[in-house]
């Protein structure tokens, strides 16, 4: 399917335009997202949609790189540590210019390097291999270290899930990353409240999140993952403490905004009939 998706925001833009953008932005790579998953038979649209906000304002708008030289030594980091939901990833770098928007016909089809899980190796602008769940966070503040001890000013960013979080492997990824001061690290966890299955507090109790990051060093701030303007405000103004990583708790709901999926649990992973992507692409008009 050929759809319009956006570009990378002029920042000399007026703020209010940027924030128009941004919107409309979203909203574009929401579609296709749709789209991506209704073709392919698979996918995780309801992690998909609460993230995509955030990952918008990130490629859109904040991270400083550069498309056609995907490698560039200072660029800022970007791990998408749900690996699972690469939909709202690839449909991103290509609305950046990273590849071809025309590739996103192939997700999931035998041999594209649109994989159900994202691969360095094979789609530019991907920066770590995720997937498997308690990942990207560890590969995240390794790279964090590396970026102090080359003296860069470059920036890492890691999105996780919130159910991830279950995951040891993140706590002694959050311990390291406190006891370095990493403040060019900020992880963003898209808490969505849901996970595979159940709500994340029946399955394995998170709260209080905010607390227990920063009883492991971290600075940490909360905001509305659906908010472009809080987002913006927020990303422009790392690290939330000097000497600290960020923690930043986003506020999301599952399946945002398509009325049917928002905050349904079996949205975690479903795809959606021909009748149902209708429906939902008449609320993202």
Same mark, same amino acid.
């Given at each position: &399917?050929?759809?319009? @998706? /956006?570009?990378?925001?002029? #920042?000399?833009?007026?703020?209010?335009?940027?924030?128009?953008?941004?919107?409309?932005?979203?909203?574009?790579?929401?579609?296709?997202?749709?789209? !991506?998953?209704?073709?392919?038979? !698979?996918?995780?649209?309801?992690?998909? @949609?609460? $993230?995509?906000?955030?990952?918008?304002?990130?490629?859109?708008?904040?991270?400083?790189?550069?498309?056609?030289?995907?490698?560039?030594?200072?660029?800022?980091?970007?791990?998408?540590?749900?690996?699972?939901?690469?939909?709202? @990833?690839?449909?991103? !770098?290509? =609305?950046?210019?990273?590849?071809?928007?025309?590739?996103?016909?192939?997700?999931?089809?035998?041999?594209?390097?649109?994989?159900?899980?994202?691969?360095?190796?094979?789609?530019?602008?991907?920066? $770590?291999?995720?997937? /498997?769940?308690?990942?990207?966070?560890?590969?995240?503040?390794?790279? $964090?270290?590396?970026?102090?001890?080359?003296?860069?000013?470059?920036?890492?960013?890691?999105?996780?899930?919130?159910?991830?979080?279950?995951?040891?492997?993140? *706590?002694?990824?959050?311990?390291?990353?406190?006891?370095?001061?990493?403040?060019?690290?900020?992880?963003?966890?898209?808490?969505?409240?849901?996970?595979?299955?159940?709500?994340?507090?029946?399955?394995?109790?998170?709260?209080?999140?905010?607390?227990?990051? #920063?009883?492991?060093? *971290?600075?940490?701030?909360?905001?509305?993952?659906?908010?472009?303007?809080?987002?913006?405000?927020?990303?422009?103004? !790392?690290?939330?403490? /000097?000497? #600290?990583? =960020?923690?930043?708790?986003?506020?999301?709901?599952?399946?945002? /905004?398509?009325?049917? &999926?928002?905050?349904?649990?079996? *949205?975690?992973?479903?795809?959606?009939?021909?009748?149902?992507? $209708?429906?939902?692409?008449?609320?993202?008009?």
């Amino acid at each position: &399917m050929s759809t319009t @998706l /956006p570009r990378r925001i002029d #920042r000399s833009l007026p703020r209010e335009e940027q924030l128009r953008l941004l919107v409309d932005g979203a909203r574009l790579i929401r579609r296709r997202n749709l789209a !991506l998953i209704a073709e392919a038979g !698979l996918g995780h649209v309801g992690g998909d @949609l609460s $993230a995509a906000d955030i990952v918008a304002t990130l490629f859109l708008s904040v991270l400083r790189i550069d498309p056609t030289n995907p490698t560039l030594p200072e660029r800022d980091r970007f791990v998408m540590s749900k690996g699972h939901c690469s939909g709202v @990833l690839y449909t991103t !770098l290509a =609305s950046c210019g990273f590849f071809d928007a025309a590739l996103l016909d192939t997700y999931m089809k035998p041999l594209s390097p649109l994989n159900g899980h994202p691969d360095r190796k094979r789609v530019p602008g991907v920066e $770590a291999n995720t997937g /498997p769940l308690g990942h990207g966070l560890p590969i995240a503040v390794g790279m $964090a270290i590396a970026a102090t001890l080359d003296g860069s000013p470059r920036r890492i960013f890691c999105l996780t899930g919130d159910g991830e979080l279950q995951e040891g492997s993140n *706590w002694e990824a959050l311990m390291v990353g406190g006891h370095r001061s990493l403040d060019r690290l900020t992880v963003i966890v898209d808490r969505n409240g849901l996970q595979q299955g159940a709500p994340t507090e029946e399955t394995s109790r998170l709260e209080p999140l905010a607390d227990k990051a #920063r009883a492991f060093g *971290w600075a940490v701030t909360e905001v509305d993952g659906h908010d472009h303007a809080a987002l913006l405000d927020l990303f422009e103004q !790392l690290p939330v403490e /000097p000497g #600290r990583p =960020s923690f930043v708790i986003a506020h999301t709901h599952k399946g945002n /905004p398509v009325s049917f &999926m928002r905050d349904r649990v079996e *949205w975690h992973h479903k795809v959606p009939s021909a009748d149902q992507v $209708a429906a939902a692409l008449e609320e993202l008009v």
